[in-house]
């Protein structure tokens, strides 16, 4: 169990694009300032309502191809630039994409991959198919 108000796990910078929507309006895209295994900050000019629903994708692009992690979060604050995720539900495999990257960003993937061990309760629930 975490304490209130602090980090369950390790927010790593990551500079790559993501869009989200909330259910009735337009998707907006952003970039990712930093990410965790179970939240995001995205900088955007958005400001959606905190406690909203939103579905999140993270877009890795390689080349030609892209990967998208899919993820279902709820905005925890929205202001100043920056829209702040938590994740709720990851979709599929994606969890797995989305621990991949953020150990490779890690300064210390150790520590992420203890956290993992230590937390596991607190990382987002996996899903096989996208609220929407």
């Given amino acids: 169990m975490s304490i209130p108000g602090s980090r369950t796990f390790t927010r790593v910078p990551v500079h790559v694009r993501a869009e989200y929507r909330v259910p009735g309006n337009p998707t907006v895209s952003g970039r990712v300032e930093d990410l965790s295994l179970n939240g995001l900050l995205l900088e ?31 905005v ?9 995720f938590h994740f709720d539900r990851v979709h599929g495999d994606d969890f ?7 150990l ?5 993937a150790r520590r992420v991959e203890q956290e993992m061990q230590v937390h596991a309760d ?4 996996l899903s096989g198919s996208i609220e929407g």
Avoid: C, M, Y
Wanted: negative net charge; glycine residues 8%; without cysteine.
């Fill in 122 to 125: 607190d990382q987002p629930q």
């Fill in 104 to 108: 490779f960003n890690a300064e210390d």
């Fill in 96 to 102: 797995e994409h989305l621990e991949k990257l953020v």
């Fill in 76 to 84: 925890r604050r929205a202001g100043e630039g920056t829209v702040a």
């Fill in 44 to 74: 955007t000019t958005d400001e959606p309502e905190v406690g909203a629903k939103a579905a999140v994708e993270i877009i890795l692009e390689s080349g030609t191809s892209e990967i998208r992690i899919h993820a279902d979060a709820e």
